[in-house]
């Protein structure tokens, strides 16, 4: 059974770096074509790719968040971290983890999501 | 960046319709698309990918068509479980990028 699941802070203040967490199991990130991505949906609004780490250690990243964003995987310990840093109100969404599978960006899986808000 | 547009944004419609929802792509992306579902306070689910593949264990009242700018979702006999939004989605090239969504209400 593949799960994913989302973990980190629920608030953090504008500027601090967001740092989330997707554990997952039922699969590994060593294997061939197996990726993770980040995808976040601020309240209300529509979905919007962030990253995604591939089993490769081959990297995509949006380049609409500039520069701020970072993922690593720890394949031993089946988790992906990803990194936003310098965050801003319009930050606020909910935060998900999906797998995609033979090199491509389709999400077969996903977890729950984590709702982060960004205030003061 | 591939931006996708969805028609309509919302409709409305009863149990047992046809329904169709269209997403174009402001450029050719092959049938690198795939179509989710989701549903108030969840996580989307893959209903269709490669444009007209239907993901296992998706009733076959759904189906996908189109290729290169056009593409459709059609699901030929409303359930109740499918008033919900949907998303288009396209992996053709980075950055991935998805459609602003379809709300099918109940008429």
């Known amino acids: 059974q593949i799960t994913l699941k989302e973990s980190g802070p629920t608030l953090v203040k504008p500027t601090q770096t967001l740092t989330l967490t997707c554990t997952f199991s039922g699969f590994s990130l060593s294997t061939s074509g197996v990726g993770v991505g980040w995808i976040r949906q601020p309240p209300g609004k529509a979905l919007e790719w962030l990253a995604l780490i591939y089993w490769n250690d081959n990297n995509r990243y949006s380049p609409s968040l500039k520069g701020r964003l970072i993922t690593t995987k720890d394949t031993s310990k089946n988790q992906v971290v990803l990194t936003l840093t310098n965050v801003d109100p319009v930050d606020t969404a909910t935060y998900y983890c999906?797998?995609?599978?033979?090199?491509?960006?389709?999400?077969?899986?996903w977890g729950l999501g984590i709702l982060v808000a960004v205030s003061s | 960046a591939v931006q996708l547009t969805q028609s309509p944004s919302s409709l409305s419609a009863s149990v047992g319709d046809r329904v169709t929802i269209t997403c174009r792509a402001s450029q050719g992306i092959r049938s690198a698309l795939a179509w989710y579902l989701q549903k108030p306070g969840k996580a989307p689910k893959l209903l269709i990918y490669?444009?007209?593949t239907l993901e296992s264990g998706v009733p076959s009242r759904f189906s996908g068509s189109g290729s290169g700018t056009d593409f459709a979702l059609t699901i030929s006999s409303l359930q109740p479980e499918d008033f919900a939004t949907y998303y288009c989605?396209?992996?053709?090239?980075?950055?991935?990028?998805f459609g602003p969504g379809t709300k099918v209400e109940t008429k």
């Open positions: 490669d444009a007209s």
């Open positions: 999906g797998l995609s599978y033979f090199d491509t960006s389709v999400f077969v899986y």
């Open positions: 989605q396209q992996f053709n090239s980075y950055p991935i990028t």
